[in-house]
């Protein structure tokens, strides 16, 4: 009798356990998903950053010489090109001066105990190294992301050479193939409307102003100004765009940079680096 009951016993919590395991199967299935997909970004992010690595530090050692003034970008991949400038100049006894591109980069160079300067002292730089959000097959750029694009144009546009560092992901036959939130202008903050209003009415698509994440309202840059992010529906000439967009009143400074780079080095998956050069006109 006993034996009797415990068999039946078995089979109810074998039952029960069944049902649960059911149950929990749908949730199971959805946490090896999240788990999976979480390997995956962490794979992804670590293989982007090395990206950046590379491009950085063959930049800064085929382009950076003894008694060069160099602009310092700004962005990410901009940290990488500062540890290797600043190894160099341990290393080789470098005498390098910076001009940074941003309050970033100004506390970049500090930190490394690079010797900081600025234009009014070095109005010529021998090269700037920065990074970029896309970089089209003809070397123009969209920048802009991280709010200095008006900064770095000024800085990019005293070098003899402009270089350009990003990973395997910025590279793009056409702009807005890869880069998805629009060309940057910065914009005097009274004129964001109608700045907007003119540029959707003249080259259509759709402007948005970008708004801060750790604080309430809107960007405001390094110069005390905002940034609009015009999302454009195709391709253009890109020039033209550029000057009409500048000629708008209340517009400072567009996150296009044409005919100003001349390579630009891609850290790629497989650990080589590729470089484009600007095309010969």
Known sequence: MACWKDTVMTLRTRSRLGGISRLLAPLSARLRKHVFQCRFCDCSTTMAEEAKKLAAYAAVNNHIQH????????????????????????????????????????????????????????????????????????????????????????????AKQFIVIADYRKDSKMLGQQWKKGVPVEVIPMAHVPVSRAIVRRFGGEVVLRMAVSKAGPVVTDNSNFILDWKFECAQNWKEVNTAIKMIPGVVETGLFVDMAKRVYFGMQDGSVKTRDCPIH
């Open 67 to 158: 008694n060069h003034v160099v602009g310092v970008g700004s962005g990410s991949t901009i940290v990488y090109a500062v540890d290797r400038l600043a190894e160099r100049v341990r290393q080789e006894k470098l005498n390098i001066v910076c001009i940074p591109t941003s309050f970033q980069a100004r506390q970049l160079v500090l930190q490394n105990g690079l010797c900081l300067s600025d234009l009014d002292r070095y109005p010529e730089l021998d090269v700037v190294i920065d990074g970029a959000d896309e970089v089209d097959a003809s070397l123009t750029l969209i920048k802009g992301g991280g709010g200095c694009l008006t900064q770095e144009k000024i800085v990019a546009g005293c």
